[in-house]
């Protein structure tokens, strides 16, 4: 019978393995990444929201725009029993702005700083970095219109990549003006473009007609070549997009955020406005975009809501752990012990010992395995553990344990009864041993 494996465009991410390279980054690299981004969107008032993964599929449609790639080509819709269109979300913010605008956030009358994580759906091509399960971290503030909260968003996300180590780093940013602004700009791009139409990749061949603004987004080297010299949407900025354009740079020059502007970054969904931008990383190859995201002024007010100013960012959970893995900048979290024994009333006890350390802040794996105290040392050395607790019959029979340092390979001998009582001095010895 054939082994059933996972789909493409799927991974399994595994926990650590002490002592083994792992192909992909594991989940110890993982959950030290979602606890740093967690630690400093909590500091900053964000707090969490939790959405579904599957919506009705207008929402995606009148949200993301229909002349997109994501909703064209990529989004996973299905009917369900009772024949629903529904669609696995291929984004973050638009679920969110479904809920805000359902449960009446915006009644409260405060700014709502929201973020959240899991997974999303897209049928793409899968590559190292890309892929059809992936997920995301996102971060959005519903109900400001002020060019701080555009700063604000990016400095958290500067943030972030700053406190996982994260180097070779570039930071781009432009304005996609209001609605108005766009389609003046739409206009004179479709005006340049045309006599070019037949030198233009398939795909922007069709793209001039439904969404010209993501031929600038072209990965062929013929249409970017011809995109080179296209106009710049950063002329047609009305005065009010062009001030709240020059506070937003101004705001981030004064925290010393360095950026670039690249009047051709436009993003891949209809919704933005004003300040759009995307941190990229030179260490990820083709996929080199880690963080991207803007501000989607009109997207409440067009899925139903009052009209509501709101920005926002997503990062690539699969590409930062990626760059965290290639830095090896995540190590797993060390064991402190690591429990083994032999007989019947030793093995009977071992839950117990297990249980009370851990109670008393210390991580302890039991070696289930019932082998020979031989094999049971050797995987207990693999383990990384700072010591091995050790228990046969007659410690079992005299309520004692024996403790071996692993890497001094200095042994004493404890009395269960007094584990407890020696908490303190274990947990300083610990970490004298790892010093």
Same mark, same amino acid.
Request: proline letters at 5%.
């Given at each position: 019978?054939?082994?059933?494996?996972?789909?493409?465009?799927?991974?399994?991410?595994?926990?650590?393995?002490?002592?083994?390279?792992?192909?992909?980054?594991?989940?110890?690299?993982?959950?030290?990444?979602?606890?740093?981004?967690?630690?400093?969107?909590?500091?900053?008032?964000?707090?969490?929201?939790?959405?579904?993964?599957?919506?009705?599929?207008?929402?995606?449609?009148?949200?993301?725009?229909?002349?997109?790639?994501?909703?064209?080509?990529?989004?996973?819709?299905?009917?369900?029993?009772?024949?629903?269109?529904?669609?696995?979300?291929?984004?973050?913010?638009?679920?969110?702005?479904?809920?805000?605008?359902?449960?009446?956030?915006?009644?409260?009358?405060?700014?709502?700083?929201?973020?959240?994580?899991?997974?999303?759906?897209?049928?793409?091509?899968?590559?190292?970095?890309?892929?059809? +399960?992936?997920?995301? =971290? #996102? @971060?959005?503030?519903?109900?400001? !219109?002020?060019? $701080?909260? %555009?700063?604000? /968003?990016?400095?958290?996300?500067?943030?972030?990549?700053?406190?996982?180590?994260?180097?070779?780093?570039?930071?781009?940013?432009?304005?996609?003006?209001?609605?108005?602004?766009?389609?003046?700009?739409?206009?004179?791009?479709?005006?340049?473009?045309?006599?070019?139409?037949?030198?233009?990749?398939?795909?922007?061949?069709?793209?001039?007609?439904?969404?010209?603004?993501?031929?600038?987004?072209?990965?062929?080297?013929?249409?970017?070549?011809?995109?080179?010299?296209?106009?710049?949407?950063?002329?047609?900025?009305?005065?009010?997009?062009?001030?709240?354009?020059?506070?937003?740079?101004?705001?981030?020059?004064?925290?010393?955020?360095?950026?670039?502007?690249?009047?051709?970054?436009?993003?891949?969904?209809?919704?933005?406005?004003?300040?759009?931008?995307?941190? +990229?990383?030179?260490? =990820? #190859? @083709?996929?080199?975009?880690?963080? !991207?995201?803007? $501000?989607? %002024?009109?997207? /409440?007010?067009?899925?139903?809501?009052?009209?509501?100013?709101?920005?926002?960012?997503?990062?690539?959970?699969?590409?930062?752990?990626?760059?965290?893995?290639?830095?090896?900048?995540?190590?797993?979290?060390?064991?402190?012990?690591?429990?083994?024994?032999?007989?019947?009333?030793?093995?009977?006890?071992?839950?117990?010992?297990?249980?009370?350390?851990?109670?008393?802040?210390?991580?302890?794996?039991?070696?289930?395995?019932?082998?020979?105290?031989?094999?049971?040392?050797?995987?207990?050395?693999?383990?990384?553990?700072?010591?091995?607790?050790?228990?046969?019959?007659?410690?079992?029979?005299?309520?004692?344990?024996?403790?071996?340092?692993?890497?001094?390979?200095?042994?004493?001998?404890?009395?269960?009864?007094?584990?407890?009582?020696?908490?303190?001095?274990?947990?300083?010895?610990?970490?004298? @041993?790892?010093?």
């Amino acid at each position: 019978m054939a082994i059933l494996q996972n789909l493409s465009g799927t991974e399994d991410i595994l926990p650590p393995q002490p002592g083994q390279g792992a192909p992909m980054a594991d989940t110890g690299v993982w959950q030290a990444l979602e606890a740093r981004a967690r630690e400093i969107l909590g500091r900053a008032a964000y707090r969490e929201i939790r959405t579904p993964i599957f919506e009705q599929t207008a929402l995606f449609e009148r949200g993301i725009g229909e002349a997109t790639d994501v909703v064209g080509k990529e989004m996973y819709t299905f009917k369900d029993r009772g024949d629903r269109s529904l669609t696995l979300r291929p984004e973050g913010t638009a679920g969110v702005v479904r809920a805000y605008i359902q449960h009446k956030l915006h009644a409260q009358g405060n700014v709502q700083r929201l973020w959240y994580t899991g997974p999303m759906f897209r049928y793409e091509r899968p590559q190292k970095g890309r892929q059809r +399960q992936f997920h995301q =971290l #996102g @971060a959005e503030v519903l109900g400001s !219109g002020d060019p $701080r909260a %555009d700063v604000e /968003v990016i400095a958290i996300a500067t943030d972030i990549l700053r406190a996982l180590g994260l180097e070779n780093l570039t930071f781009y940013l432009n304005s996609v003006g209001t609605a108005a602004d766009r389609q003046r700009y739409r206009d004179a791009l479709v005006d340049y473009l045309t006599p070019h139409k037949a030198d233009l990749d398939p795909d922007s061949q069709d793209r001039l007609s439904r969404n010209p603004l993501r031929i600038l987004d072209s990965k062929d080297p013929k249409t970017q070549e011809i995109a080179q010299s296209a106009p710049s949407i950063l002329d047609y900025l009305a005065p009010d997009s062009r001030q709240h354009f020059d506070q937003v740079q101004q705001q981030l020059k004064d925290l010393a955020i360095p950026f670039e502007i690249n009047p051709r970054l436009v993003r891949g969904l209809d919704y933005y406005t004003h300040t759009a931008f995307e941190i +990229q990383s030179s260490d =990820l #190859g @083709a996929q080199a975009t880690v963080c !991207g995201g803007g $501000r989607y %002024d009109g997207l /409440v007010s067009q899925l139903g809501g009052p009209e509501t100013p709101a920005v926002g960012w997503a990062m690539g959970l699969e590409r930062l752990a990626l760059l965290l893995q290639q830095r090896q900048a995540v190590a797993a979290a060390p064991l402190d012990f690591y429990l083994v024994s032999r007989g019947d009333r030793a093995t009977a006890q071992t839950v117990k010992i297990a249980q009370t350390l851990r109670q008393v802040g210390f991580s302890v794996e039991v070696d289930l395995s019932g082998s020979a105290f031989g094999k049971q040392f050797k995987r207990a050395d693999r383990s990384g553990a700072a010591a091995c607790l050790v228990l046969g019959d007659a410690e079992a029979e005299a309520g004692t344990i024996n403790l071996k340092w692993l890497l001094s390979g200095e042994q004493t001998t404890l009395a269960q009864a007094t584990l407890l009582d020696s908490a303190g001095a274990l947990h300083q010895q610990i970490a004298a @041993a790892r010093a």
